[in-house]
């Protein structure tokens, strides 16, 4: 990464607050490390529990792509706009239930909120939002499935 122009944001952004991204059976999985510029995220790092970084990823279409970076609250809480069109669609939604997960791989990470009925799960991503059946059990075994 130190010289791909890719990374340029990166590079010039500031480490924020590391949080706690949990498995979908809700253990602790990794850490995502946000790099902001102005309030804005540029890119993350994932960094396992072992601390090793094992991935940074940056958003947008290149280093100068503010357009796509999200806020940087997005890691402290889900966005507002997209929790009241989750549960425009989904009125049982749980917001309480929030937590940062992934959806059967860790490169798909956002917030993860029950909606209560069905074991139907939403999550909000940097991009928007979504919902699924939740993973059974056996889809709990591994990553990546």
């Known amino acids: ?14 480490p924020g607050n590391a949080v706690v991204v949990s498995a979908p059976d809700g253990a602790p999985a ?20 072992t601390s090793a970084v094992s991935r940074i990823a940056t958003f947008g279409s290149g280093p100068d792509d503010r357009g796509a970076w999200p806020d940087a609250s997005f890691f402290e809480r889900p966005p507002r706009t997209h929790v009241a069109q989750a549960a425009a669609r989904h009125p049982t939604l749980r917001v309480d239930t929030a937590r940062l997960s992934y959806d059967r791989t860790p490169v798909k990470w956002g917030w993860r909120i029950d909606t209560g009925t069905g074991g139907v799960v ?23 499935r």
Do not use: H, K, N
């Open 30 to 49: 990794f850490w995502l490390v946000p790099f902001e510029i102005d309030g804005r995220v540029c890119g993350v790092a994932r960094v396992e529990l």
């Open 122 to 144: 939403v999550f909000i991503t940097p991009g928007g939002w979504y919902a699924r059946e939740s993973a059974r059990p056996a889809d709990l075994d591994r990553e990546g």
């Open 1 to 14: 990464m130190s010289d791909d122009p890719r990374f340029d944001a990166v590079r010039r952004g500031q």
